[in-house]
């Protein structure tokens, strides 16, 4: 008879107690992975939804931002509507007389003073209701940066002829004895068609029965004031719309 070595006397349950307890040694390991597993996809969550609201807070802002552009940019138009009304019913009220004539093409507004005329052309004129000398006449019209008439050709003594039929009136031409001759107030030199001499006793000009006529400075008359008349351009709003 052999000998033979004597089984331990374990339980069966030790076994599994043992088998349990080598599981249990091995559970920690795997636990562990998956909570970090599960904290890294929380903390992803938690920032892709931070990214979002940080997205939807610009989006309001960015729509809050156009819509007060929009705003601004209707308030901005209405007053330049508003503006350009106005407009509109100055230019009628200050350049309707001279459309209705047709006197300037419909594509500038002549404007002159208050009180002053436009009869056509590039001159804006005054017409005096009093008698003054010469030098009282230019000097009125110098206050209002303008000149006595100028009437340096036919043409424009006849056009004064028909607008303005008014007896006498001083001109703007005088002998200049420092300068030895006759001048017009723009400092063009006039021909005279008489004898220089004539300058000692009618230095001054005047047009009377629509010739130009000579006489002491002293001499009162009326007179006309002459400046040039301010354009007013104007500009085709369907033009402009389109």
């Known amino acids: 008879m052999g000998w033979e070595l004597p089984l331990p006397q374990t339980p069966l349950n030790t076994y599994i107690l043992m088998d349990g307890a080598l599981s249990r040694k091995s559970c920690p390991n795997l636990s562990s992975k998956w909570r970090v597993a599960a904290l890294t996809s929380i903390t992803l969550c938690l920032l892709l939804l931070v990214g979002l609201a940080a997205l939807a807070v610009l989006f309001f802002q960015a729509t809050k931002d156009k819509e007060r552009e929009a705003e601004e940019l209707k308030q901005m138009k209405e007053v330049l509507q508003t503006n350009f009304s106005k407009l509109q019913e100055i230019r009628n009220s200050l350049c309707l007389e001279g459309e209705k004539e047709k006197k300037n093409n419909g594509v500038s507004c ?24 010469w030098s009282e006449s230019q000097k009125s019209c110098s206050m209002w940066n303008s000149t006595l008439v100028l009437v340096k050709d036919e043409s424009k003594k006849e056009f004064l002829k028909n607008q303005f039929p008014i007896p006498n009136y001083w001109i703007g031409l005088s002998f200049k004895e420092e300068r030895n001759g006759w001048f017009w107030e723009d400092n063009i030199t006039f021909i005279h068609p008489h004898s220089q001499n004539s300058y000692r006793y009618y230095p001054c000009a005047y047009l009377g029965s629509w010739h130009i006529n000579y006489n002491k400075c002293e001499t009162k008359y009326n007179w006309i004031c002459e400046k040039a008349v301010f354009q007013l351009n104007l500009t085709d709003s369907h033009h402009k719309e389109d």
């Open 110 to 133: 002549p404007l002159c003073p208050a009180h002053w005329q436009w009869r056509g052309g590039n001159s804006c004129y005054y017409v005096s209701t009093n008698e003054a000398t």
